[in-house]
């Protein structure tokens, strides 16, 4: 993926940039006899430092300002969740991850110094945690591609060109709806849900083999983690993180608050990821604590907010992921599935036309994740690769210090 341009901000830099800065410049000159507070490299660094924080505030901006209260696009927006919503998320990310890189490469003859080198430790051992993450989605999107399939054969069946649908058609529709339902359920959901949904589909053996096969579905794809491995568990290590202290700021010359401003953004990013994605033991109770006086802090957490809020929703407790694309397919496929057992046959063109109407939709769901899932995933493995190479810059540069 090519690096991206973007522009400078036109916003007036952030508060807490400069009151910080600020204040390692005071103590610094009491300390180091050699300070020079003027000096044009120092100039250089602080305004560095102003306008990372300050970009990383207009990108969260933007990405919530583009949301309604309700989760729906205002003007020249992306819905919240939507595909295009969460590739403009990892955008965001990368731009901050080539920003944060190069602040590290400016400033690597400072990272042999206590405590720039924990700080800096510290965050390179939430980034390998985060690699894990980057796997685990990939592994979803793979999981939507599995979905892919039962829906082409339902759209066949129910395709049959200018003959009428016939019973052997709904039939074969039926048991890739069936199919289809049994992938889309979370695994801790699978067996109970689907079993509810069952009851009217036929004899009990049959449910009883749908219920079985539904539990074990989840896991039946080959996975790059391993089977305990847990998102929910993971996360909570990323986001094992605190604000950089007003020594801790001093000591590192500012550096700190780039570090615990990239950290929260790595957090925020997986956590939406996760979210989004289906993911093995995904959980989304991570708690995030951010201080008031960092400004990219509210558009973040609002974005938490509101994907908490959507997670809570009545159709949305038992979903897989919370990706609106699969959100449209499930109430599609469930609008499809309801009235097929009461069918009489022949049809009338009544019911063929509300079958192929339905599958129409289903079929217009299906493409914009054909256009939009290559391109996530690519996304997905560029923020690998982004991450990967950054780490192995900055140890180089420990190393080097040592």
């Given amino acids: 993926m090519p690096a991206m341009d973007y522009q400078g901000s036109s916003v007036p830099f952030a508060s ?10 005071e103590q610094g000159h009491s300390v180091d006899g050699h300070h020079d507070p003027g000096s044009s490299q120092e100039q250089e660094q602080e305004q560095e430092l102003d306008f990372f924080q300050q970009h990383v505030t207009d990108l969260f901006m933007n990405l919530s300002s583009a949301i309604t209260a309700d989760g729906v696009a205002s003007s020249g927006g992306e819905e919240l969740l939507c595909l295009p919503w969460v590739r403009r998320l990892l955008d965001t990310f990368l731009i901050c991850q080539e920003e944060f890189r190069a602040i590290l490469v400016n400033n690597y003859w400072l990272f042999s110094r206590p405590p720039l080198d924990r700080l800096i430790s510290e965050f390179y051992e ?26 082409e054969i339902i759209l066949v069946a129910l395709d049959p060109g200018d003959k009428p649908i016939t019973q052997g058609q709904i039939r074969r529709a039926k048991k890739a709806l069936m199919d289809l339902a049994a ?10 849900v689907l079993a509810q949904r069952n009851r009217s589909f036929g004899r009990g053996s049959q449910s009883s083999r749908k219920d079985h096969r539904a539990g074990g579905y989840f896991r039946s794809l080959s996975w790059s983690v391993s089977r305990s491995w847990s998102a929910a568990r993971q996360l909570q290590t990323i986001g094992n993180i605190y604000a950089p202290r007003g020594h801790e700021v001093v000591a590192t010359s500012g550096l700190a608050i780039p570090i615990f401003t990239m950290s929260s953004v790595l957090h925020f990013v997986m956590w939406a990821l996760v979210a989004a994605i289906p993911c093995q033991d995904r959980g989304l109770q991570t708690h995030f604590s951010i201080p008031r006086n ?13 994907i908490v809020e959507e997670s809570k929703k009545r159709e949305r407790r038992n979903s897989i992921a919370l990706l609106k694309e699969i959100h449209d397919i499930e109430k599609c496929a469930r609008h499809l599935l309801e009235p097929i057992d009461s069918l009489q046959f022949p049809l ?19 493409d914009a994740i054909d256009r939009e899932l290559d391109p996530l995933e690519r996304q997905v493995r560029e ?20």
């Fill in 348 to 366: 009338t063109k009544e019911n063929e036309e509300e079958l192929r109407q339905g599958a129409q939709k289903l079929a217009n769901f299906c």
């Fill in 294 to 306: 960092f400004s990219w802090g509210n558009p973040i957490l609002s974005l938490h907010d509101r």
């Fill in 126 to 151: 939430r980034s390998v945690k985060a690699l894990d993450v980057c796997n685990a989605i990939r592994d979803g999107i793979e999981q939507i591609r599995q979905w892919k399939r039962h829906i």
């Fill in 16 to 25: 807490v940039g400069r009151s910080i800065l600020s204040l390692r410049r």
């Fill in 183 to 192: 992938a889309m359920l979370d695994e801790k959901e699978s067996t109970s």
């Fill in 383 to 402: 923020v690998f690769h982004r991450i990967v190479r950054s780490r192995t810059e900055g140890l180089d540069c420990l190393n080097k210090q040592e």
